[in-house]
């Protein structure tokens, strides 16, 4: 009997089995986020305020805590966390245990969800196809852009240094096809060199940029425009095949960068690849006949071009009589050039070079070197103290311009400047210069220099955030089960 008694106690009080998914049986299905530990104490290694909260409401039950633990975040974007008890402790009656284990919420209503739960994380498929510890479930977050193309990411976490998370993106079901076909094939490649703020690689299918900008960010009319100009584009130079067939030519690759200019401002640099010297030609063709059929359609309707482009050798640099490009000074000079086989764009001409792409196995690669980025915030805080007076410089604007602009003033323009479009462009270009001085005679009183250091105060409270990190980057690959990932994060080192 004693014998049999003490089995019975061993087997009540014994450890309990390390588990693959901690609690998520628990968890319920509709969860946006799920993150389990086989172990409690790993949570301790989190720093972070959702953490610190979680492990001093679970200090009570310390001693009665056994193997895993979940933490999950519900439909309604409250935590809650679960936490496997032992045995003798999970037999005691208590409104805070649960199918043995201890249950705590960020609220009382988070609380309730979780006991009304009618389906579990561990009974849905994406769960079950991505076998991770981590899980988003993007289906409840209905993400914007490309994210809406996959249904749930897996991931697994290594402490590091680098900490590193790795995991994959599943695709949703109605958008494999596109993937296997035109990004799964795609040429594979690397990060690129450098050490700018921000850099990335990326894969792309073009005709599919095409589908998304027509018809999703123009309207109707600007739409049609685009339409008709590309069924142009396919007569003259494409000897009538499908423009949207010349697109799926190009690419697949482009990248973009964030990087240091003379001026104290950064600039941005984009460039998209081409796959042999003819289609580059036939690329350069199209960009300078669109821009030049969309200056003179405007100008046959007497308005001013948006921009203008002139040609110096092998770039072309782009003009456009606005207050903020003014502002910038030459920190903005926007130009392009079509050089081997890439076609190059940068906000700021001395910077118009595109960095090395080494060869490798990722699809899409992204590197932030946080010092140097952050610097770009500083740089930048002026501009976005500007954009909070615009509309008081743009009211000053208006009104000095109705006062140079009189109607003897416009009869004498219209001496001066015969062709309509001329005219429109010096009144923009006046109304631009009239903005500009605007905003830099705002730009010397109290309102506006407490709205720069308000915005200097928010990025230094960026920079103290994240003054543990030095340096991160992505990297990843289009596979026919979906976009298998790896970021890492590098600490900054302790001096």
């Not at 977050?141 to 599943?170: C, N, Q, V, W, Y």
């Not at 782009?318 to 076609?343: D, M, Q, S, W």
């Amino acid at each position: 009997m004693l014998l049999l008694l003490g089995v019975t106690l061993a087997s009540f009080l014994r450890p309990r089995p390390v588990e693959k998914f901690p609690l998520a049986e628990l968890v319920p299905a509709d969860a946006v986020f799920y993150a389990g530990f086989p172990d409690y104490r790993e949570l301790e290694t989190l720093r972070t305020p959702w953490s610190e909260e979680i492990r001093k409401r679970l200090d009570p039950a310390r001693p009665h805590l056994s193997g895993g633990l979940a933490v999950y975040v519900d439909r309604s974007f409250q935590w809650v966390a679960l936490a496997r008890l032992t045995r003798a402790s999970a037999a005691l009656a208590g409104a805070e245990v649960r199918d043995g284990a201890a249950v705590i919420a960020q609220t009382p209503e988070a609380l309730a969800r979780q006991r009304t739960r009618t389906a579990s994380l561990a009974e849905l498929p994406e769960f079950q196809a991505l076998g991770s510890r981590c899980f988003f479930n993007l289906e409840i977050l209905k993400p914007r852009g490309r994210l809406r193309d996959f249904s749930a990411i897996g991931f697994e976490i290594r402490p590091g240094p680098p900490f590193t998370m790795k995991g994959r993106a599943l695709y949703r079901g109605g958008l494999f096809r596109i993937y296997l076909e035109k990004y799964v094939h795609a040429p594979r490649r690397g990060a690129p060199e450098g050490g700018s703020a921000l850099q990335a690689t990326l894969t792309e299918h073009f005709p599919r940029v095409w589908e998304e900008v027509t018809h999703d960010l123009l309207d109707t009319i600007d739409c049609e425009k685009a339409e008709r100009e590309a069924g142009l584009l396919s007569r003259d130079l494409l000897e009538g095949r499908p423009f949207r067939e010349f697109l799926g030519k190009i690419g697949p690759g482009w990248g973009l960068a964030l990087v240091p200019t003379p001026y104290s401002k950064p600039a941005l640099v984009v460039w998209i690849d081409f796959p042999d010297e003819a289609t580059k030609d036939v690329a350069a063709k199209m960009v300078h006949r669109a821009i030049s059929d969309g200056i003179r359609v405007r100008r046959e309707r007497g308005l001013a071009p948006a921009f203008e482009i002139t040609a110096e050798g092998s770039v072309w640099r782009v003009k456009a009589p606005r207050a903020a490009a003014l502002r910038l000074g030459e920190a903005f000079t926007p130009a392009y050039t079509f050089e081997k086989n890439r076609f190059v764009f940068s906000t700021c001409a001395a910077t118009l070079s595109a960095p090395a792409v080494a060869g490798g196995e990722s699809h899409g690669a992204l590197t932030l070197e946080i010092g140097p980025l952050l610097e770009s915030l500083r740089q930048l805080a002026p501009l976005v103290a500007d954009e909070t007076f615009r509309p008081e410089a743009e009211r000053s604007a208006a009104a000095l311009y109705v006062r140079t602009f009189t109607p003897g003033t416009l009869t004498a323009l219209k001496k001066q400047f015969p062709d309509p479009s001329d005219l429109a462009k010096y009144q923009e270009t006046q109304k631009a210069q009239f903005e500009a001085k605007a905003l830099e005679e705002i730009s010397k009183t109290l309102p506006y220099q407490e709205e720069l250091t308000r915005v200097k105060a928010t990025i230094e409270a960026w920079a103290d955030s994240l003054g543990w990190l030095e340096r991160a980057s992505w990297s990843g690959r289009f596979t026919s089960e979906g976009l298998d990932f790896e970021l890492r994060a590098w600490p900054t080192e302790k001096r």
